[in-house]
């Protein structure tokens, strides 16, 4: 069994920061990529940004390019989302996940973190 434990959501202020982390614990395994989702009331489920194992490869939504960064400590099994420059438009639930398989940055994953809510304020 896997779990996920997302933290450091909260509100923040329009052109705040924000620092998410999300802590992978159960069997051991070791993720391929790790990844962000939010979800808005009434929108859909949408990825943020992933990283892939080695920290090589990173992907982003344009909407966050230039705000956000993502990282991870493989050693620690956490992922890290960096947000800068909060807007109101960021303000959603966000989820942490991982892949098993190695699925690309942008596919199929495995395990789900149960979200943070972040609300940012004008």
């Known amino acids: 069994q896997v779990q996920l434990v997302e933290s450091g959501g909260g509100l923040a202020q329009a052109g705040g920061s924000l620092r998410l982390s999300c802590a992978a614990s159960?069997?051991?395994?070791?993720?391929?990529?790790m990844g962000w989702f939010r979800q808005a009331p009434g929108k859909v489920r949408e990825i943020v940004a992933s990283?892939?194992?080695?920290?090589?490869?990173?992907y982003y939504t344009d909407s966050v390019k230039g705000r956000f960064t993502i990282s991870r400590d493989n050693a620690k099994n956490t992922v890290y989302l960096q947000m800068n420059s909060l807007k109101p438009e960021d303000t959603a639930i966000y989820y942490c996940?991982?892949?098993?398989?190695?699925?690309?940055?942008?596919?199929?994953?495995?395990?789900w973190g149960q979200g943070t809510q972040v609300t940012v304020s004008a």
């Open positions: 990283i892939s194992r080695s920290s090589g490869s990173t």
């Open positions: 996940a991982v892949q098993e398989t190695n699925y690309g940055l942008t596919g199929w994953y495995d395990h």
């Open positions: 159960g069997r051991t395994f070791s993720p391929y990529a």
